[in-house]
């Protein structure tokens, strides 16, 4: 996306960096999905520390790009809907939700690459709503948003 010289990307360059956000954000859901799936038989420190680090600057970013840059091109290419005010409504609240989330994850994250004494139950549970709730949302922006910006005849 050509953003520092001040022109906005096409509908077409935000629905790839959109399809990127999501692919990366399905890959954290993955390997956190993985690391419930083995508690507390199979730790690997290291790689809980790495996703620790990782899982909130993830979402963070993605969130950031839906909110400053893909909104305002599902905006122009569908013009003002009330509708979509009331998607995009629904997704902030859930992006406020999701980092919320993120950052207890990487708290837990850390405590179990730490050794800290960890309530495996507790914490495979959390984790497991994370990214379920997570992959809901990856889910329809796949389904309602990423059709909106590839399928239009006005996508610049």
């Known amino acids: 996306m050509n953003q520092s010289?001040?022109?906005?990307?096409?509908?077409?360059?935000?629905?790839?960096?959109?399809?990127?956000?999501?692919?990366?954000?399905?890959?954290?859901c993955n390997a956190i999905e993985d690391?419930?799936?083995?508690?507390?038989?199979?730790?690997?420190p290291q790689r809980c520390l790495r996703l620790a680090m990782s899982v909130l600057p993830l979402v963070h970013a993605a969130h950031r790009f839906e909110e400053e840059i893909l909104f305002?091109?599902?905006?122009?290419?569908?013009g003002q809907?009330?509708?979509?005010?009331?998607?995009?409504e629904r997704l902030h609240g859930e992006?406020?939700?999701?980092?919320?989330?993120?950052?207890?994850i990487s708290e837990c994250l850390r405590e179990i690459a730490s050794g800290t004494q960890v309530n495996f139950e507790k914490a495979g549970y959390m984790m497991r709503g994370f990214f379920e709730g997570l992959r809901r949302h990856i889910a329809f922006e796949r389904d309602h948003l990423l059709p909106m910006l590839v399928m239009t005849p006005k996508a610049s």
Do not use: C, M, W, Y
């Open 5 to 28: 010289s001040g022109s906005k990307p096409s509908s077409a360059e935000v629905a790839k960096q959109l399809e990127f956000h999501l692919e990366k954000q399905d890959a954290l």
């Open 35 to 44: 690391i419930a799936d083995t508690l507390p038989d199979d730790i690997d």
């Open 72 to 78: 305002d091109t599902l905006r122009e290419v569908n």
């Open 81 to 88: 809907d009330r509708q979509l005010d009331q998607i995009f």
């Open 95 to 104: 992006h406020f939700e999701d980092e919320s989330f993120a950052e207890e």
